[in-house]
């Protein structure tokens, strides 16, 4: 199998506070994992060090992504390499439509593969396919970026650009947060969609229950800074009985 | 990432600005200096009719005693009027009578501009009269025009040839005593451009002027006069650009539209003289009057500009609204960059029974630029159902600029309606990498957001014109958010 993503003992700092304390993880393609963790253990900081959102200073260790070093990308470099990152909180840029937007992500994407930039009718041809591949309004596609959509509206409308733009490694940072039971269907739907053999994603999630939909491979378990424990799919359901206190507890030789 | 910024910075502010060459040219200059002798000078060097000599002379006596307006949120350099040059004109120039009689060197520079003066070269059918320093060195279509009998010539040629048309209508709009600025250039104009459109006659293509400064240690003084007679129409268009200097030049414009009963003039401007390099050094001082006046019933004036240039901009292109039903519009965009200001709006006079106005100014600030957007909207005692609406929005990119909206609203009547909405928002860093993270440069995310924002003001304008605009505001803003 391929290696895709490959962090080794990745340290970094925010203001002379170490957030991640070495962190080591393999992620190759075809593989989902899953990355738990309560609050303030640092999963954003880890998404954000991997889409190149310089968060945090990185004081140490490496990312290797498909045998490149990561470091030597600037994000917009990342995203046409084919990382991409569903976000938390996304951003609204309003008088910016999502057809504009969409067609300049698109385009840039494409020119890195050295292919023409679509047609106007093959460009809207792919906007209808993707749109019903995630179930999305079609309205939504004509308003500004994220402007004045919902809380589920957005977190689709990242599925949908995932959708749009074919990412080899997508990293979905709390995609579930916010969301009520049909929504998270239709958002992990969408994932499971946009599953192939040569691609990967990573989960990062709170809860367990978008991981009833999204199968993981792998689930990591982060805690103040260090993955502290790693299974398979079992992992998260032993971590949902028996709460954070239970790793808190291992994690201090309790 | 500090660093990172300033590189960006530094690397695209020096060479940003494309038309800032200079033109090798054998001009016939008048040293610098003013007084009444160069006011006369100027007049003789057009061979002017009598008249027209006594306007510029009550216009400079009239100017001797005016002071430099203080009101506006600029700081403006002390402007020594002793040390510029009032007259610079292409020597081999004799009048504009055929191509073959264009300097090539002239030619070039305006090929150069992405403005041919050759008519069968010009695919897009817009007639051109092309401002160079003093002089207009060729306007194109005339012939086309003449035939629809509209009149498109320089404003030497009209003086020249309607001397009654000029005598009744120039100073009608914007008297010699108006301001600082328009005085000055009453007194020592030295070309412009000059439409007429007869009674019924819709120009059948875009005319436009387009305005270069080439010689150094010049001001460029021009005048533009329009008349739509009754149900006319033209859609007008005017363009600027000047070499990159270290010294600061002065432009300062009239332009002055005449609309009757329902006829309509659309005037659309991309404002792009040199706005000095990323430390304020350089760049073009440009105080402009413009206004129109609506004078029958559902006449219509709309000005649309897009202000990217310049060092300091001072300008306010307005409307009276005489006619009753007459409409006024005014859509902005104005850039300022680096150490650029501009303080610039409108006036909409509410004369007329039913006028109504629209107000929409889109101001984006960035570096350690100063934006401000002034405009009055009055309405008459008489002007029953007068209506305004006015969006101001300010866009800020960077925490070193700043913008700033002076409304002024004069109501007298009480059964008209004035709205007045007013925005102020950022470009964030969370934006930027957010698009970048979808694949899209810093520099192109900026060039989508701000046009995105723009977009209202940019529909209006001819189509042409909209994409080289939209180009010119992503150029503008280059390096001004890392």
């Known amino acids: 199998m391929k290696s895709m993503l490959s962090i080794k003992d990745l340290r970094a700092s925010i203001e002379d506070k170490e957030i991640l304390k070495g962190i080591t993880l393999e992620v190759n393609e075809g593989e989902v994992h899953a990355i738990m963790g309560p609050n303030g253990s640092g999963k954003s900081t880890l998404a954000s060090l991997v889409a190149g959102k310089e968060l945090a200073d990185v004081t140490g260790g490496s990312i290797t992504y498909l045998g490149k070093n990561l470091f030597d990308l600037n994000p917009e470099e990342r995203s046409k390499a084919g990382i991409f990152l569903g976000f938390q909180y996304p951003i609204e840029i309003p008088g910016v439509t999502m057809v504009n937007f969409l067609k300049a992500a698109l385009n840039e994407h494409r020119k890195h593969k050295g292919l023409e930039p679509l047609s106007a009718k093959d460009f809207l041809k792919l906007l209808r396919e993707k749109k019903d591949l995630v179930e999305i309004d079609s309205k939504l596609t004509n308003r500004s970026v994220n402007a004045g959509f919902s809380g589920g509206e957005k977190k689709k409308n990242e599925i949908f650009q995932m959708a749009m733009l074919e990412p080899k490694l997508a990293i979905l940072d709390e995609t579930d947060s916010g969301l009520d039971i049909d929504a998270l269907k239709i958002v992990a739907n969408g994932v499971n969609k946009l599953k192939r053999k040569d691609n990967a994603t990573i989960v990062i999630t709170h809860y367990q229950r978008l991981l009833d939909y999204i199968i993981p491979d792998y689930v990591h378990v982060l805690f103040d800074g260090r993955i502290v424990k790693s299974g398979g799919k079992e992992l998260a359901l032993e971590l949902e009985k028996k709460g954070y206190e239970w790793i808190k507890n291992q994690v201090n030789g309790n | ?482």
């Not at chain 2, 020597?91 to 090929?111: A, H, I, M, N, Y």
């Not at chain 2, 875009?206 to 129409?233: D, K, P, V, W």
């Not at chain 2, 409409?327 to 610039?344: H, K």
């Open chain 2, 1 to 482: 990432m500090k660093k990172e910024q300033d590189k960006i910075l530094s690397e695209v502010t020096g060479t940003d600005y494309k038309y800032g060459f200079y033109t090798e040219i054998d001009t016939d200059t008048f040293p610098p200096g003013l007084n009444e002798d160069v006011v006369r000078a100027i007049s003789a060097k057009k061979n002017e009719p009598e008249f027209m000599l006594e306007f510029r002379l009550k216009a400079y006596r009239h100017w001797l005693k005016m002071k430099m307006p203080d009101w506006a949120h600029l700081k403006i350099p002390e402007i020594n009027f002793q040390d510029i040059s009032y007259y610079s004109a292409p020597k081999s120039q004799k009048g504009p009578e055929s191509l073959d009689d264009v300097d090539p060197e002239l030619k070039k520079t305006f090929d150069k501009l992405g403005i041919s003066l050759d008519e069968q070269k010009r695919l897009t059918g817009v007639a051109v009269d092309a401002v160079i320093d003093s002089v207009s060195v060729k306007t194109t279509f005339q012939e086309t025009l003449a035939e629809h009998g509209i009149i498109f010539c320089s404003m030497s040629e009209a003086i020249m040839e309607h001397p009654d048309l000029i005598k009744k209508y120039m100073g009608s709009v914007v008297p010699y005593t108006d301001n600082y600025f328009a005085s000055l250039n009453s007194a020592i104009f030295s070309d412009g451009s000059f439409c007429y459109l007869p009674k019924g006659v819709k120009a059948p293509m875009e005319l436009s002027t387009y305005f270069r400064i080439n010689a150094a240690n010049t001001g460029q003084f021009e005048r533009t006069l329009i008349i739509a007679e009754e149900g006319s129409y033209v859609s007008y268009l005017e363009g600027c650009t000047a070499p990159m200097r270290d010294e600061n030049q002065l432009h300062a414009a009239v332009v002055e539209i005449i609309v009757e009963k329902d006829a309509y003039v659309k005037y659309s401007t991309v404002q792009n003289w040199y706005p000095g390099d990323m430390n304020g050094k350089g760049g073009i001082f440009n105080f402009v009057t413009k206004r129109g006046i609506c004078r029958g019933e559902r006449s219509k004036i709309s000005w649309t500009q897009v202000e990217t240039g310049s060092a300091i901009t001072w300008k306010y292109p307005s409307c009276i609204l005489k006619g009753n039903n007459s409409v006024g519009e005014f859509n902005s965009v104005a850039v300022t960059n680096n150490y650029q200001q501009a303080d610039t709006g409108t006036k909409m006079i509410h004369i007329g029974k039913n006028t109504k106005s629209t107000i929409i100014s889109k101001g984006i600030s960035a570096g350690f630029s100063n934006n401000s957007y002034r405009g009055l909207v009055k309405v008459v005692k008489n002007a029953e159902n007068a209506r305004n609406f006015s969006q101001c929005d300010s866009l800020l990119l960077g925490d070193k600029c700043g913008a700033h909206t002076f409304p002024y609203i004069e109501v007298d009547n009480a059964n008209s309606i004035v709205e007045h909405e007013a925005t102020t928002s950022k470009i964030g860093e969370d934006q930027i990498f957010y698009c970048n993270q979808r694949g899209i440069s810093t520099e192109d995310a900026i060039g989508l957001i701000v046009n995105g924002y723009a977009k209202e003001v940019l529909n209006k304008l001819p189509m042409e014109f909209a994409v080289e605009a939209q180009k010119l505001l992503q150029i503008s803003l280059e390096g001004s958010v890392g």
